[in-house]
């Protein structure tokens, strides 16, 4: 089973510039996840979606952070413009959220590697 | 803010010893869970435990959770040079319990 991918896995971008991350997550998995992960720190999740629509985003940065999730598959998360403070790895998760089971297992990509100049 | 704290931050041991991580969060959760995460491997769930259930086990780890003390630790037994890595309890909430709030690990090294 081919697990979560993401790309690209480093960036390096000066302050004020845009970036922009995709994230193809396990064959039929319904649920995805975005994570920020500073240096030292466990990840935050940012933006949760179930298929093609936003369960939860209130840690999302929506002055400049933007995802979506065309067709309930792939998902692409966007900084614009980026600041320093945005340096980290975006770690994008999956899960299969059967129905009736509380809490499931994420299967989480490489992540990609932020650098904000 | 992160909702789960673990304990120690660090965690150095001889292989073959056991290890012992401890998680503490403040708020109502109905699971929690463990990843693991290395350079080599990225993040992996290791390990679920529900609200109603009070220990689990997956081969050499054991779970244990007391919702009352709101806390949970994580045993590696007989430890390897390969369970090098950073350890995160994660509370989940939400409808589902998908909703993760990750600590901020302990690093554990085991060496040979």
């Known amino acids: 089973e081919a697990g979560v991918a993401q790309s690209p896995r480093y960036k390096i971008i000066e302050k004020r510039q845009s970036v922009a991350f995709w994230c193809n997550p396990i064959s039929g998995h319904a649920t995805l996840y975005w994570y920020q992960q500073i240096l030292g720190q466990g990840p935050k999740l940012l933006i949760q979606f179930q298929n093609n629509g936003v369960v939860d985003d209130s840690q999302l940065p929506k002055d400049r952070f933007s995802a979506e999730r065309l067709k309930g598959v792939d998902s692409t998360l966007k900084i614009q413009p980026a600041k320093l403070e945005d340096s980290a790895v975006y770690l994008c998760a999956s899960s299969s959220g059967v129905r009736g089971k509380v809490g499931h297992e994420q299967f989480f990509g490489p992540g990609t590697r932020l650098t904000v100049l | 803010s992160q909702q789960g704290e673990e304990d120690p931050q660090a965690l150095s041991i001889q292989e073959g010893e056991n290890a012992t991580m401890n998680c503490s969060y403040k708020t109502s959760i109905n699971n929690l869970q463990w990843y693991r995460q290395n350079s080599g491997r990225g993040l992996v769930h290791l390990i679920l435990i529900r609200s109603n259930e009070r220990e689990k086990h997956s081969g050499r780890l054991r779970v244990t959770l007391d919702t009352s003390k709101k806390s949970s630790s994580l045993l590696i037994t007989a430890s390897r040079a390969a369970d090098t890595a950073s350890y995160f309890c994660?509370?989940?909430?939400?409808?589902?319990?998908?909703?993760?709030?990750f600590g901020g690990g302990t690093r554990l090294m085991v060496k040979p």
């Open positions: 994660a509370t989940g909430r939400g409808n589902a319990g998908n909703m993760l709030t």
